[in-house]
């Protein structure tokens, strides 16, 4: 039995710090474990110039704590007011690289309210992206139909693609496309077809590894878009990483919203997974019996994307059992429960792996 695994410090394709106090509490969390992190644009006011994401990048590192060496990858919001001059511009910058550019579905979730109806709309700026080798990274959900009626949110990422990806591949045939927290069966099988180092990648969070809708529903905690899909879906999702394909890689997808939010009528949608989610994969790794696959997943396949080295630093987990007991308290009084909590979670929920 192994108990006990090191790889290279691992990299968060997608995260969401937040802003103030939020900020603050959240972004030592990921700092502490990962090398790099691809951070969400999805703030209010959005980040949509490169010079915001550079102010953004500045509250961030003032956020780590000394010493840490985790390396923010700025993102912008793919809005009607990004321009292809502002592409070219946070491609060549040396303040503030721009990693890739986010695009979320017209009010599917948090902040989506500056997304496109429809991503195809956006000609110029995806030519220009794909001229100069910057990622879209994919909210990959259909969330109205034609007619501006939703969806039935459990059929939106099926729906994208099957109708809107493909299209989106055949138009830029360079363009790098991440499809960013893959939950269902049609994504995984897309993916394992068409998938491409360099090209079509997926990311994949722990909480759609990990739980299922019947528990789900029930749960602020695990609210989220895309919603946690059914059983059937998960052991799909579940073979896909068990493939150990070179273009599936962790994304946590780590969303905090303070309590009032989660615990309310209408939770609002983001699973809050920064202070467990390596451990959470490695437990996930370790019930599917491909331990000897984490690394690549972790911590190799996404740095290569983005055309960065792997972290030259080391983590390890040991095989332990522990439970989380508090959540997260901002400089504001606010708390912030992350999934695996012991009352909020699935009930005396126990993770299997810790950081040593
Ligand atoms: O659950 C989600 N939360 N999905 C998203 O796409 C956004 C995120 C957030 O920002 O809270
Ligand atoms: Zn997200």
């Not at 209010?44 to 956020?63: C, H, M, R, S």
């Not at 990622?135 to 959900?141: A, I, Q, S, V």
């Not at 984490?294 to 983590?315: A, H, Q």
């Not at 999934?339 to 929920?349: M, S, T, Y």
Request: proline content about 7%.
């Amino acid at each position: 039995m192994t108990d006990s695994v090191t790889i290279k410090k691992p990299f968060d394709s997608h995260v969401h710090f937040r802003q103030g106090a939020m900020l603050r509490a959240v972004t030592p969390l990921t700092a502490a474990k990962f090398s790099r992190a691809v951070v969400m644009p999805n703030t209010d006011p959005p980040i949509e110039t490169v010079d915001q994401a550079a102010e953004y990048k500045k509250e961030i590192l003032g956020a780590m704590p000394q010493g840490s060496h985790c390396e923010p990858l700025m993102t912008v919001y793919l809005t009607k007011n990004l321009t292809a001059v502002e592409i070219e511009k946070g491609a060549k910058s040396n303040v503030c690289k721009i990693y890739g550019v986010k695009s979320y579905p017209y009010g599917a979730t948090t902040n989506s309210q500056w997304g496109y109806r429809s991503i195809l709309e956006a000609k110029e700026v995806l030519k220009k992206m794909e001229e100069v080798g910057m990622p879209l990274l994919l909210h990959g959900e259909v969330h109205m139909n034609e007619s501006g009626g939703e969806v039935d949110p459990y059929e939106g990422e099926r729906l994208f693609i099957e109708d809107i990806l493909p299209r989106l591949l055949d138009s830029y045939p360079k363009l790098k496309i991440s499809l960013e927290h893959l939950s269902t069966a049609v994504a995984a099988d897309f993916i394992e077809k068409h998938g491409a180092e360099g090209r079509l990648v997926a990311t994949i969070t722990p909480h759609h590894l990990l739980y299922a809708r019947e528990e789900a529903e029930s749960r602020p905690l695990l609210r989220c878009k895309p919603l946690i899909k059914s059983k059937a879906e998960r052991e799909k999702v579940r073979l896909l990483v068990k493939k150990g394909l070179p273009f599936v890689f962790a994304g946590t997808d780590s969303a905090p919203h303070p309590e009032s939010k989660k615990f309310s009528a209408t939770p609002a949608f983001g699973v809050f997974s920064a202070p467990v989610a390596i451990e959470l994969y490695t437990q996930i790794f370790d019930e599917l019996g491909v331990l000897n696959l984490l690394e690549n997943f972790l911590s190799i396949n996404g740095p290569n994307f983005y055309g960065l080295p792997p972290s030259e630093e080391t983590i390890t987990l040991v095989k332990k059992d522990w439970q989380v007991t508090e959540p997260v308290v901002t400089d504001e009084g606010e708390k912030v429960w992350p999934i695996g909590h012991k009352e909020h979670g699935l009930g005396n929920e126990t993770l299997r792996w810790r950081v040593r």
